[in-house]
T-cell receptor, first 115, second 112 residues
Framework: EPEVTQTPSHQVTQMGQEVILRCVPI?????FYWYRQILGQKVEFLVS????????KSEIFDDQFSVERPDGSNFTLKIRSTKLEDSAMYFC?????????????FGPGTRLTVL | AQSVTQPDIHITVSEGASLELRCNYS??????LFWYVQSPGQGLQLLLK??????LVQGIKGFEAEFKRSQSSFNLRKPSVHWSDAAEYFC??????????FGAGTRLTVKP
C-alpha cells in the first residue's frame, strides 16, 4: 500500500542553524501539507502546496519557513534559522484528487530538536 | 472558521469497559470528519472517517463513530477497550483540499 515517507526520523540541530525536512508523498497525489505538533499539544497546520505554489499558510508559517518541491517526488520544509520553539514533531501529508474523498495521508513524522 | 473541540483532556477506563470519546465541531457546511490515534512518539494513524451517507461509520481496531448533525458531534466509541488502545486520540475536520483542523486530543489510559 502506498505511503508517505519522511526523513530523517529525528533531527537535532543548534539554534540558528538551517534545517531541511524531507517528505516523499504518495506518487499520484497533487496536494501536499506540512503540520507540526509541539510536544503534548495538538497538531497544527503550517502550509499547503498545490501546483508548485503555496495555496494556504497559517500564521505560524512565517518568513523563516519555506517549502519546495524540487523534483517530481520530494516535498521539503526548510527552516532558515531555527529557534528553540521550533522543536516539535513535523508531519507531512499528501492528498489526491477530490474523487479520493479528500483524505490526507500522513507520514510518520520528523522529530526536530533545537538545542 | 472551522474548529474542533474535544472536551475531555484525559479519560481512564478499565480494560473491557466501553469507551466514548467526545468531539464537537464548528463548521458551516457538512464537514469531512476524522479520528486519528497516536501512540507515544509515533505518527498519526487514521481510525475512521466520515464524508457522507450512513452516519454511523466503522473503523479499524473495533472503533466506530456517529455523526450527529443536530449536535455537531462526531463521538468515537468502542464497546470493549483493550490495554493496547491506550494512546492519544485526535478528532479532525477538513474541507475539500484545505487544511485539516485538529482537536486538542484526548489521552486514554486503560486500567488493568
Amino acid at each position: 500500500e502506498p505511503e508517505v515517507t519522511q526523513t530523517p526520523s529525528h533531527q537535532v540541530t543548534q539554534m540558528g542553524q538551517e534545517v531541511i525536512l524531507r517528505c516523499v508523498p504518495i506518487s499520484n497525489h497533487l496536494y501536499f501539507y506540512w503540520y507540526r505538533q509541539i510536544l503534548g499539544q495538538k497538531v497544527e497546520f503550517l502550509v499547503s502546496f498545490y501546483n508548485n505554489e503555496i495555496s494556504e499558510k497559517s500564521e505560524i508559517f512565517d518568513d523563516q519557513f519555506s517549502v519546495e518541491r524540487p523534483d517530481g517526488s520530494n516535498f521539503t520544509l526548510k527552516i532558515r534559522s531555527t529557534k528553540l520553539e521550533d522543536s516539535a514533531m513535523y508531519f507531512c501529508a499528501s492528498q489526491g484528487l477530490v474523487g479520493s474523498y479528500n483524505e490526507q495521508f500522513f507520514g510518520p513524522g520528523t522529530r526536530l530538536t533545537v538545542l | 472558521a472551522q474548529s474542533v473541540t474535544q472536551p475531555d483532556i484525559h479519560i481512564t477506563v478499565s480494560e473491557g469497559a466501553s469507551l466514548e470519546l467526545r468531539c464537537n465541531y464548528s463548521y458551516g457546511a457538512t464537514p469531512y470528519l476524522f479520528w486519528y490515534v497516536q501512540s507515544p512518539g509515533q505518527g498519526l494513524q487514521l481510525l475512521l472517517k466520515y464524508f457522507s451517507g450512513d452516519t454511523l461509520v466503522q473503523g479499524i481496531k473495533g472503533f466506530e463513530a456517529e455523526f450527529k448533525r443536530s449536535q455537531s458531534s462526531f463521538n468515537l466509541r468502542k464497546p470493549s477497550v483493550h490495554w493496547s488502545d491506550a494512546a492519544e486520540y485526535f478528532c479532525a475536520v477538513g474541507e475539500g483540499n484545505n487544511d485539516m483542523r485538529f482537536g486538542a486530543g484526548t489521552r486514554l489510559t486503560v486500567k488493568p
